[in-house]
């Protein structure tokens, strides 16, 4: 709340009745749970996310790294429109490439070089080094931000989600499927909901 916006001084609950509405307006809720992955080993590489939120979204820079011979983090969650950095901390080259959607290659460089992509269009792409065929992570690409990849113990959030109903949907590595589950999102409140994955 401004107070030059609700000012000059009232009786508190005018200003209250005044101020409120257009605070409570801008807030988001939160989406949360526990993903329940059958078998548990196909825990990893789990991403839950809003399958559609209309919205104009302001493209992100992030970050993979390269290091210890492999991708940090394992998988990552992006807004199609983002730009991901990929680094290289490890003092070998690495390659960085994807066959997925539109595909790309940025080549290979050196520790302490990078190179960057803009993720055009939504999907997940298995980023790959030709150098190190072990190598592998995921990057999702969402229509919209809220998209989280779940931890070791199968948590999730989606945060500053924007008031309304919204489907909720899985993507796993391994092709487990959940079925989708309706969430509304209240401004302000947290929605647990978790999910089963599985076959
Ligand atoms: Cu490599």
């Not at 839950?48 to 992030?62: E, F, I, Q, R």
């Not at 210890?68 to 490890?90: H, Q």
């Not at 595909?103 to 055009?120: Q, V």
Request: glycine share 8%; charged share 20%.
């Amino acid at each position: 709340m401004t107070p030059s916006v609700c000012a000059p001084v009232r009786p508190l609950i005018a200003v209250l009745a005044l101020c409120l509405p257009a605070v409570a307006l801008a807030e988001g809720g939160t989406v949360t749970g526990k993903v329940d992955v059958t078998p548990t080993k196909y825990m990893e590489d789990t991403v839950v996310y809003l399958k559609l939120v209309p919205g104009t979204y302001t493209p992100k820079k992030l970050a993979m790294d390269q290091k210890g011979m492999k991708f940090i983090p394992r998988v990552m969650a992006v807004t199609v429109g983002d730009t991901v950095r990929f680094l290289n901390s490890d003092a070998v080259a690495h390659n960085v490439y994807s066959p997925d959607g539109e595909s790309y290659n940025l080549g290979n460089f050196a520790k302490g070089e990078e190179a960057s992509y803009t993720f055009k269009k939504t999907g997940v792409y298995a980023q790959l080094c030709s150098i190190h065929p072990e190598m592998l992570a995921y990057i999702f690409v969402g229509q919209n931000p809220y998209s989280a990849a779940v931890d070791a113990k199968g948590n999730y959030t989606l945060k500053d989600v924007p008031p309304g109903t919204w489907q909720l949907e899985v993507w796993n590595a391994n092709k487990l499927k959940a079925a989708p589950e309706t969430v509304t999102v209240v401004a302000g409140k947290t929605v647990t909901q978790n999910l089963s994955v599985k076959r």
